[in-house]
């Protein structure tokens, strides 16, 4: 049977517990009051002074030591393993980087006939924004990773760092939902910039994965004087691989107001980069994924997570219960027992 102790620090009260008895023990009255002790002086001297020790007296003060005893391994809270279990996790560093240009409230209609069927399926709310999907996908890819670190980047003409690598994944999965397409100034996409907000996380991490994953739909239109290849070049001298998925369909459309206060819709020309995507992430020994639509979109999630995963072996202690309470109702019959023959059959002698 395998026992551990919670707080095993506690053993050092042992130490006075212990001296207390012995000083009790040597200091113990005599029980029989005689005016002269010369009679007695010749069986002291073959008893000697340890005899005390082994007196019957001595016992009640034994069993208050031995209470007092199992009240400190009590405190040291015993724990009985019952089932010890071994299991691989995935551990890694990642940061998301996820576009939330204006062109992201955009509606993918791919797969219908005509703009004008299209435009009746965005109408009535049968089709979802570009945001709307990207958010879910991450949601539902934050939720089955719990042991790994993941930030979050949000990024139109400049990046915003909504949370660096964290374990904390309900923190991100809050802020996550808070973001929307167009929130910020959202009239321009800058990757150079989203990359570079990433490397800046990842650079000092110990974690033997760290991973960086660019969502876009767009183009880099924003002159920083870095291209997004040159900065993909720095993220790799850090040791952090690239991974680009480009959001979006040829055909889109968004939802835009009319002149007279109406909504209209409209078509917009909103194509990734994908050259250039798929450029950064073999530079960065990532990989490049094209989602037109809901489906490829976690269809890349699924694969960049095969990928990127790294096994951590680590032992932990499942299943325990607990055996203090044993100790303290021990404590107890032994304070009773000291207790009880101190004022019986072992009482001192006035």
């Known amino acids: 049977m395998d026992i551990q102790f919670e707080h095993p620090w506690f053993c050092v009260l042992a130490i006075p517990v212990v001296a207390s008895v012995i000083y009790a023990v040597l200091r113990r009255p005599a029980t029989l009051r005689v005016g002269a002790f010369r009679p007695f002086r010749s069986v002291a001297g073959r008893h000697g002074g340890d005899a005390r020790f082994l007196h019957p007296l001595a016992v009640p003060i034994y069993c208050l030591g031995v209470g007092g005893i199992c009240f400190i391994i009590a405190l040291m809270r015993p724990q009985q393993i019952l089932r010890e279990i071994e299991e691989t996790q995935k551990a890694r560093d990642m940061m998301l980087l996820l576009d939330i240009s204006g062109s992201m409230k955009a509606y993918d209609v791919g797969g219908y006939d005509n703009l004008k069927t299209a435009a009746k399926a965005v109408s009535e709310g049968d089709v979802r924004r570009r945001i709307g999907i990207a958010k879910d996908v991450l949601r539902e890819f934050l939720q089955k990773r719990p042991n790994d670190r993941i930030g979050l980047v949000a990024?139109?003409?400049?990046?915003?760092?909504?949370?660096?690598?964290?374990?904390?994944?309900?923190?991100?999965?809050?802020?996550?939902?808070?973001?929307?397409?167009?929130?910020?100034?959202?009239?321009?996409t800058s990757i150079t910039t989203a990359v570079s907000a990433s490397v800046e996380r990842l650079r000092d991490s110990s974690a033997k994965s760290k991973v960086a994953v660019l969502f876009t739909d767009g183009r880099d239109n924003v002159d920083t004087g870095v291209?997004?290849?040159?900065?993909?070049?720095?993220?790799?001298?850090?040791?952090?691989?690239?991974?680009?998925?480009?959001?979006?369909?040829?055909?889109?459309?968004?939802?835009?107001?009319?002149?007279?206060?109406?909504?209209?819709?409209?078509?917009?020309?909103?194509?990734p980069d994908r050259e250039l995507l798929r450029k950064m992430a073999e530079s960065a020994g990532g990989d490049f994924f094209a989602a037109s639509?809901?489906?490829?979109?976690?269809?890349?999630?699924?694969?960049?997570?095969?990928?990127?995963?790294?096994?951590?072996?680590?032992?932990?202690?499942?299943?325990?219960?607990?055996?203090?309470?044993?100790?303290?109702?021990?404590?107890?019959?032994?304070?009773?027992?000291?207790?009880?023959?101190q004022r019986t059959f072992l009482q001192k002698l006035p």
């Open 155 to 188: 990024f139109d003409r400049e990046a915003y760092v909504v949370s660096p690598p964290t374990l904390d994944h309900r923190f991100l999965l809050h802020h996550l939902k808070s973001l929307d397409a167009g929130m910020f100034r959202g009239d321009g």
């Open 227 to 271: 291209t997004p290849l040159q900065a993909t070049e720095v993220a790799t001298k850090f040791g952090i691989s690239l991974y680009t998925i480009g959001v979006g369909s040829e055909q889109a459309l968004i939802k835009a107001p009319g002149r007279f206060g109406n909504t209209r819709i409209r078509q917009i020309d909103s194509v």
């Open 293 to 341: 639509d809901e489906e490829g979109f976690r269809q890349a999630m699924q694969k960049i997570d095969r990928e990127t995963a790294v096994e951590v072996k680590t032992r932990r202690y499942k299943e325990k219960r607990e055996v203090y309470v044993i100790w303290v109702v021990a404590g107890v019959a032994f304070l009773l027992l000291g207790e009880f023959l």
